[in-house]
């Protein structure tokens, strides 16, 4: 997962980015707040743990900016020095789906984030799933249309389940690339964007076939529904395949 971490303090920075990148998440710190807003304008992210007191603008304002503006509800963990319960209190009102108090504890760090994004998101935490007419086997990495088994190479396999498991939300070109290539991985935009029009032949994304892949300008691409029947099947995406 996509983690953003705002905290204007390096150790604790560093702190978050060792126990993040050690539970298999991807790290990206920002010190100031201006800089996260910025970033959000342009970038997705699975989970933002915001810092209350910053340099430039309060952790409390870039919530706030990210529950307003946001086109998709990113959970958020919103960590701070203060205790009291007035705090918490307005910590939660201002959007918080949790609220954790320094100095920070590795199992609890790490306990709090597996919580939020498994309930933000059950459907990545499944095995084999099917949506629609669609039915992705991880096991052997095929993906059956119907009776037909699709063949797809395992980066285009991987890209698939990552939309199918995102339908409805904007994907920034970094997210995907973090997500399916990896991190470290140098990999250009223009392959992600064979990879995508790939998928859109071979599984049939068009909206005649009740899914349009579309590509958002500057930011990157979105995967959703156009009918009826296939929008009621998306709540199934967790259901595992026998």
Known sequence: MRVAVLDDDQVHLEFARQVLEGIGHDFHGFSDGRSLLRALRRETFDLLILDWELPDISGIEVMRWARENLEQPVPILFVSNRSAESDVIEGLSAGADDFMVKPIRVGELTARVGALLRRAYPSRHSGGFEIDRYRFDPATAQIHVGEQAVVLKQKEFDLAVFLFRN?????????????VWGIEAEVSSRSLDTHISRLRSKLGLTPEQGYRLTAVYSVGYRLETTSPSAAAMEADCSVAVA
């Open 167 to 179: 339908i409805g939300r904007l994907l920034s070109r970094k997210h995907l690339l973090e997500a």
